[in-house]
T-cell receptor, first 116, second 119 residues
Framework: KAGVTQTPRYLIKTRGQQVTLSCSPI?????VSWYQQTPGQGLQFLFEYFSETQRNKGNFPGRFSGRQFSNSRSEMNVSTLELGDSALYLC???????????????FGAGSRLTVL | AQKITQTQPGMFVQEKEAVTLDCTYDTSDPSYGLFWYKQPSSGEMIFLIY??????QNATEGRYSLNFQKARKSANLVISASQLGDSAMYFCAMREGAAGGTSYGKLTFGQGTILTVHP
């Protein structure tokens, strides 16, 4: 089956602008998580959505927001972009329901954002 | 405090040899899961192996095995018979709480180890 699809793959913005990134999870997966990856801070958890509800949120300012639609697709938005927001943004999906298994996260290829 | 520590910024291994990538973790939650992911230069994170805190045996997946020492809080990845395609960044990650709990998608990652396989 198709993997996790993230769009766009690359984008360049200027400070003060806003950006919206999209993530289509694996069919049947109800949980979508977002991560920011930078050389300095590594991989950091942004937030997780499950059945259109935000379940967890990382330690990021309110400029970072997200949502999930009824078909489990998710978007994240960053407003008033800063230079430090330049990063690879990774989306991951998982089944997310109660289970005794690993509930492995499957990641997309990422959206690389450059803020000038 | 760092929850996941990977002390090897870079590792080198000869093709066909085995290599161990170190990972130590810190948690007070009795229920947790440990993951290893591989990230090639393309950027996509590829799941390799999982170990649950209550699993009695070390996890294995093909050429990957996890040396899980619960008392020492370590979860080292062993790659046997290294291949050139194994050259990548490797991340250890932890989920605290049961997989069926409310933290499905929240993993804490280590800083990663860059593995280079020489021919």
């Amino acid at each position: 089956k198709a993997g996790v699809t993230q769009t766009p793959r690359y984008l360049i913005k200027t400070r003060g602008q806003q950006v919206t990134l999209s993530c289509s999870p694996i069919s049947g997966h109800r949980s979508v998580s977002w991560y920011q990856q930078t050389p300095g801070q590594g991989l950091q958890f942004l937030f997780e959505y499950f059945s259109e509800t935000q379940r967890n949120k990382g330690n990021f300012p309110g400029r970072f927001s997200g949502r999930q639609f009824s078909n489990s697709r998710s978007e994240m938005n960053v407003s008033t972009l800063e230079l430090g927001d330049s990063a690879l943004y990774l989306c991951a999906s998982s089944e997310g329901g109660p289970s005794s298994g690993a509930n492995v996260l499957t990641f997309g290829a990422g959206s690389r954002l450059t803020v000038l | 405090a760092q929850k996941i520590t990977q002390t090897q910024p870079g590792m080198f291994v000869q093709e066909k040899e085995a290599v161990t990538l170190d990972c130590t973790y810190d948690t007070s939650d009795p229920s947790y899961g440990l993951f290893w992911y591989k990230q090639p230069s393309s950027g996509e994170m590829i799941f390799l192996i999982y170990q649950g805190s209550y699993d009695q045996q070390n996890a294995t997946e093909g050429r990957y095995s996890l040396n899980f020492q619960k008392a020492r809080k370590s979860a080292n990845l062993v790659i046997s018979a290294s291949q050139l395609g194994d050259s990548a960044m490797y991340f250890c990650a932890m989920r605290e709480g049961a997989a069926g709990g409310t933290s499905y998608g929240k993993l804490t990652f280590g800083q990663g180890t860059i593995l280079t396989v020489h021919p």
